[in-house]
């Protein structure tokens, strides 16, 4: 079994920039929920993906986007850039309707915006 | 939206105590409530949760309690030892067939001195 892995490690962008971020899911699982944790704070919630379909969003804006692929990993895009948006950029998989409620977070992609 | 609640921000203890933190949430429709341990520079990793059914989980030197009525619920670490150092974040969500989000709480830095 393979735990859930993110790429790249770090990443530095300039302001008005694009980025994308990517997570591979966990070995039999099908949901990737995005976080967005800044410094010092626990994190928060951006989105889930469950069969290729964005299912629940939180309090982040449109420019702030994502994929789900056939194959369960997903991917985060982020639009003209701010430097508020620096921040450890976590991924969580889980197993959505198989009875169980965990979600296993990846590394994290750390993003500086400058 | 659901409000997690979480203290202290900060604790120390010697090596052999017992640490408590406790968590509020303010949706009384929340039922899973997770507990993750972040040491620095690493994923958040799950090492414990509860669902609403239940009013206490304790895995060896670890214990989680559960208040529906108050809605709290508290993470007790027994016979701490130096490796439990790190930051603790609490978590609350509305688990249902199809999706659910976890909202965080802001952490608790645990320092164990040995």
């Known amino acids: 079994e393979t735990g859930v892995t993110q790429s790249p490690t770090h990443l530095i962008k300039t302001r008005g920039q694009q980025v994308t971020l990517r997570c591979s899911s966990q070995s039999g699982h099908n949901t990737v929920s995005w976080y967005q944790q800044a410094l010092g704070q626990g994190p928060q919630f951006i989105f889930q993906?469950?069969?290729?379909?964005?299912?629940g969003r939180g309090n982040f804006p449109p420019r702030f986007s994502g994929l789900q692929f056939p194959n369960y990993s997903s991917e985060l895009n982020v639009n003209a850039l701010l430097l508020g948006d620096s921040a450890l950029y976590l991924c969580?998989?889980?197993?959505?309707?198989?009875?169980?409620?965990?979600?296993?977070f990846g590394p994290g992609t750390r993003l500086t915006v400058t | 939206g659901e409000n997690v609640e979480q203290h202290p921000s900060t604790l120390s203890v010697q090596e052999g105590d017992s640490a408590v933190i406790k968590c509020t949430y303010s949706?009384?429709?929340?039922?899973?409530f997770p507990w993750y341990k972040q040491e620095l520079g690493k994923r958040p990793q799950l090492i414990i949760d509860i669902r609403s059914n239940v009013g206490e989980k304790k895995d060896q030197r670890i214990a989680v309690t559960l208040n529906k009525t108050a809605k709290h619920f508290s993470l007790h670490i027994t016979e701490t030892q130096p490796e439990d150092s790190a930051v603790y974040f609490c978590a609350a969500s509305i688990y249902n067939r199809s999706n659910y989000k976890l909202t965080f709480g802001k952490g608790t830095l645990l320092t164990v001195n040995p």
């Open positions: 993906y469950y069969r290729e379909e964005e299912n």
């Open positions: 949706d009384s429709a929340s039922n899973y």
């Open positions: 969580a998989s889980s197993s959505t309707g198989a009875g169980t409620y965990e979600q296993y």
